[in-house]
């Protein structure tokens, strides 16, 4: 069991299987297919994310370096909130980028399946949580793997 | 963070509890970077990203209605992103069935638009920084912008200042008229924490070298040398296509919101390698780190081998000027293999400012007479359409192979398939 501690963005508490990207997390092109399509595990259509690509998003505990790409993603995440088909929570090594960021809380405020969010977890964070480790988080942004 | 006596009421829900949580939200974003308070937008106009009426945003078009109904219409008018329609663009009787069901609530968003503050019925381009369009901002002028090509031209071409928003958030930007100061707003955050050195031994495809850029600094601002001497040492209308598309390609592969041109863009112009941060990180690309970057794009195409079945330029939209190079390229080309046509269907395009433009021009004649299809359509949009998505489509566009399974190929190849129907 290992826990490293972070900076609460969207303070919450969750438990949930890991899911990790250790490369940027294209918000956009993850969620693409599943919110057109209706799939309910938010199944991962980034055909360039080797760790995630075709693998269940909802209800995962999201362990990622950033998100990149289209700056629909806050929006994305936001509407995947509001069809309950969003991530447990999202805990991210670096700092938080603006679109992860603009999505975290627009759920938060604006929809009611907020996803907490930790950021600033270390390298070494991304480095230890595998795919499937068992993931909680505190309100103070407390992460404990394992 | 500080506010001003009225974005305190608005925060307070004097103006409404709409736009009480429209403040709450700017105020929540702006401390998850540190700023200290919130800057006027100072452009005349916003942008927003989200142009389509897809039945499965539902929530989005909900939030929409809680804003007009809130009270909470924009205080500044706006262009979107092109519209993900178009008759004109090839499509069969079931693509435009499945069409007809995804973009079902297009027709009532684009009514949620114009009640929000649209500039006018045909506002539609991810380009709206071109001169025809009319949403072109001035250098420091603070904007609330999203689309992500939009943002990083903005930034490195003109020398505005937005960060990288998100959809919605740019919307809360321009309602409340107010943005958190952090980031690319502020002098700090424009600096360079990467020098990309080009050391390629001809003019580098813009779209790789871009992509290149966007995989390997990610969010983080590069400045660029060696590339001015490929784009002949002046910022005129072709450097300025040449880097929006490189910009575009930056943004999608990556992040990047703003890059510096030595030589070319306003501020390293201005500034020079003062721009650069004592640490920042060397990134050198010659042709075979070109060459490396290409040969990782995935193909997913059904049949790697297929031969393509419709053709894409111009993702973001093209310019007058490149329309217009396209067009002397592709005619001149065809009168070499002898045809008058071309060998795959192929869409250009354009914002519809660029194409009423382009209409008056003699190339218009041409270019219809070669059977390609000028369009204002959004053409990630297009193929978000399974049955299209299905089609071996080639595109010169980073950013479209980026979101679709359409192919990347240089202009030169995709010259190359229009005349001969493949690469």
């Known amino acids: 069991m290992k826990q490293f501690k972070g900076r609460p963005v969207v303070p919450g508490k969750a438990k949930a299987e890991a899911l990790v990207s250790h490369g940027g997390f294209n918000t956009l092109a993850s969620f693409q297919k599943s919110l057109m399509f209706g799939d309910k595990n938010a199944t991962c259509s980034d055909q360039n994310n080797p760790d995630l690509y075709q693998k269940p998003m909802a209800g995962k505990a999201l362990c990622l370096p950033m998100t990149i790409g289209s700056t629909t993603g806050g929006m994305v995440l936001y509407t995947a909130a509001c069809m309950g088909r969003q991530p447990a929570c999202l805990l991210f090594s670096q700092p938080i980028d603006s679109l992860a960021a603009a999505g975290a809380i627009l759920a938060g405020v604006w929809s009611e399946n907020p996803m907490p969010t930790v950021d600033s977890l270390g390298e070494e964070f991304l480095q230890a949580v595998k795919t499937g480790d068992s993931i909680t988080v505190e309100e103070d942004g407390t992460v404990t793997v394992g | ?114 009640q929000l503050g649209l500039l006018e019925d045909d506002a539609f381009t991810c380009t709206c920084y071109l001169p025809q369009v009319g949403n072109e901002p001035k250098q420091g002028q603070v904007l609330s912008w999203a689309e992500s090509s939009a943002v990083v031209y903005a930034n490195s071409v003109l020398g505005a200042r937005c960060n990288r928003n998100s959809g919605i958030l740019e919307l809360f930007g321009s309602i409340a008229g107010c ?160 045809r008058k046509t071309v060998a795959v269907p192929t869409v250009f395009t354009a914002a519809p ?32 359409n399974p049955l299209c998505g299905k089609m071996p489509v080639a595109t010169s566009s980073n950013k479209l192979r980026t979101y679709s399974s359409a192919r990347y190929y240089t202009d030169a190849e995709m010259l190359q398939i229009m005349v001969k129907g493949e690469c």
């Open chain 2, 179 to 338: 943005v958190p100061k952090f980031g690319l707003l502020t002098d700090e955050g424009r600096k360079a924490s990467w020098v990309v050195q080009v050391k390629t031994s001809r003019r580098p495809e813009a779209q790789i070298l871009g992509s290149a850029i966007g995989m390997k600094v990610m969010e983080d601002v590069p400045y660029i040398q060696g590339l001015d001497q490929w784009l002949g040492g002046q910022l005129d209308d072709a450097a300025k296509a040449y880097l929006k598309d490189m910009g575009a390609a930056s943004a999608s592969n990556g992040a990047v919101g703003l890059y510096h041109v030595e030589g070319i863009t306003p501020e390293a112009c201005q500034q020079g390698k003062t721009l650069i941060r004592p640490d920042a990180q060397v990134y050198v690309i010659d042709d075979a780190e070109l060459e490396r970057v290409r040969a990782s794009y995935p193909c997913i195409w059904k049949d790697p081998n297929a031969k393509p079945k419709l053709c894409f330029v111009g993702c973001p939209h093209l310019s007058l000027e490149q329309l217009n190079q396209w067009t002397g390229e592709l005619c001149a080309a065809l009168e070499q293999a002898g």
């Open chain 2, 1 to 114: 963070m500080r506010l001003t006596p009225d974005q305190q009421a608005m925060l307070d829900g004097a103006k409404g509890e709409t736009l009480a949580k429209v403040m709450k939200t700017l105020v929540m974003y702006g401390e998850a970077f540190g700023a200290e308070e919130m800057v006027p937008v100072t452009a005349e106009k916003g942008h927003l990203v989200t142009s389509f009426g897809l039945s499965m945003m539902k929530p989005v078009y909900d939030l929409m209605d809680q804003l007009i109904e809130g009270g909470a219409v924009n205080g500044q008018k706006f262009s979107v992103d092109p519209r993900p329609l178009d008759p004109n663009v090839p499509t069969n009787l079931l693509q435009k069935l499945v069409f007809k069901f995804m973009y079902s609530k297009q027709d009532d968003y684009e009514a949620q638009l114009r």
């Open chain 2, 353 to 384: 400012a660029v194409a009423k433009a382009f209409a008056k021009t003699p190339a218009a004649d041409r270019l219809k007479g070669t059977g390609v299809v000028l369009s204002s359509i959004c053409p990630l949009m297009y193929m978000n």
